[in-house]
């Protein structure tokens, strides 16, 4: 897979995998493995899946999208494509935030975040986020179906500071560390049907796929 740089103003570097149809996937990177490098595209493969186009938004200031930077790219990103009849947001940690906050500057099908962070307090990420001044994500963005994913093993408190509301299913992975929610998700080969459900807005689809995977819906009732 080949991506063609379409917008490239540090931080933000925005890459476009060509195709055909009428929807679109906008992957945001998470931090990355190596703090020297800029951060690599991600879900390239299952964004990609039948030959649809895909934007892939990777910033190295690590800024969990609150650069002002953020909204030039973005935009800057969906017009090289063109207009899209479904367009979806995804991302892992940092990038699920980046993924979350796009919904409120452009219109989304849904958004896709694995382990976003509820408070950018968390010691796992001070590193980047003690100089953010606003550790507390905008969510969630009215209009558009909102899917989060969290392992409970190490990010239990994270999950519990989003709130429960209509747009919004939350998937529990018992057991499931934070770094390991990915690939547990790649391994199963659920990423790519989790796309699909999210941009048909095929919500019982994406329960099947959750439920196969071990994940379980967040309900009050299971006490948290």
């Given at each position: 897979m080949i991506l063609q740089t379409v917008y490239d103003t540090p931080p933000w570097h925005v890459a476009l995998a060509p195709g055909a149809g009428d929807d679109l996937v906008i992957a945001f990177s998470s931090v990355g493995h190596d703090a020297s490098r800029p951060p690599s595209p991600e879900f390239v493969a299952s964004a990609t899946a039948g030959g649809r186009?895909?934007?892939?938004?990777?910033?190295?200031?690590?800024?969990?999208?609150?650069?002002?930077?953020?909204?030039?790219?973005?935009?800057?990103?969906?017009?090289?494509?063109?207009?899209?009849?479904?367009?979806?947001?995804?991302?892992?940690?940092?990038?699920?935030?980046?993924?979350?906050?796009?919904?409120?500057?452009?219109?989304?099908?849904?958004?896709?975040a694995f382990g976003p962070q509820s408070t950018l307090n968390d010691p796992r990420w001070t590193r980047w986020t003690a100089r953010l001044a606003d550790n507390a994500p905008s969510f969630p963005?009215?209009?558009?179906?909102?899917?989060?994913?969290?392992?409970?093993?190490?990010?239990?408190?994270?999950?519990?500071?989003?709130?429960?509301?209509?747009?919004?299913?939350?998937?529990?992975?018992?057991?499931?560390?934070?770094?390991?929610?990915?690939?547990?998700?790649?391994a199963k080969g659920a990423l790519a049907g989790l796309i699909d459900a999210a941009l048909f807005s095929d919500r019982r689809?994406?329960?099947?796929?959750?439920?196969?995977?071990?994940?379980?819906?967040?309900r009050k009732s299971m006490g948290f």
């Open positions: 186009p895909a934007l892939f938004i990777s910033d190295n200031s690590r800024s969990w999208g609150f650069d002002p930077g953020f909204t030039p790219a973005l935009q800057s990103g969906l017009s090289a494509t063109g207009p899209a009849t479904r367009c979806i947001t995804i991302g892992s940690s940092m990038g699920a935030v980046c993924a979350l906050r796009a919904a409120h500057l452009v219109p989304l099908t849904a958004v896709l963005a009215a209009g558009t179906w909102h899917v989060l994913f969290h392992g409970l093993a190490d990010d239990r408190d994270q999950a519990l500071g989003f709130p429960e509301t209509p747009n919004v299913d939350h998937i529990l992975y018992p057991g499931i560390l934070h770094s390991d929610l990915g690939p547990h998700l790649k689809r994406l329960l099947r796929i959750v439920a196969s995977t071990g994940g379980v819906q967040r």
